[in-house]
Nanobody, 116 residues
Framework: QVQVVESGGGLVQAGGSLELSCTAS????????MGWYRQGLGKQRELVAT???????NYADSVKGRFTISRDNSKNTVYLQMNSLKPEDTAVYYC??????????WGQGTQVTVSS
């Protein structure tokens, strides 16, 4: 069993910052890719940012230069620092952990709301 717990969402004004974190616990031996996805109201879930265990990152074009993903492998934790937030960043943000081929775990989601 693997548990994935996210934290850090909330309400912020446009231009503000938030940091999300996601920690995996339980039978976790190694994690390949850790990442963040989001789903706005009435929209499909989309990739925000991912980071491999080798440190390679991938960002959605819409967040490049504003969001930064990082991870602490010793803590099985991934972070998402979000700066210069825009109302269009409003969504439920989900953490995703890949621990093997086709083996993914999702967090419960954390709401991020950016007011204009």
């Amino acid at each position: 069993q693997v548990q994935v717990v996210e934290s850090g969402g909330g309400l912020v004004q446009a231009g503000g910052s938030l940091e999300l974190s996601c920690t995996a616990s339980g039978r976790v031996f190694s994690i390949n890719t850790m990442g963040w996805y989001r789903q706005g109201l009435g929209k499909q879930r989309e990739l925000v940012a991912t980071m491999t265990n080798g440190g390679r990152t991938n960002y959605a074009d819409s967040v490049k230069g504003r969001f930064t993903i990082s991870r602490d492998n010793s803590k099985n934790t991934v972070y998402l620092q979000m700066n210069s937030l825009k109302p269009e960043d409003t969504a439920v943000y989900y953490c995703n952990l890949n621990i093997g081929v086709g083996i993914n775990y999702w967090g419960q989601g954390t709401q991020v709301t950016v007011s204009s």
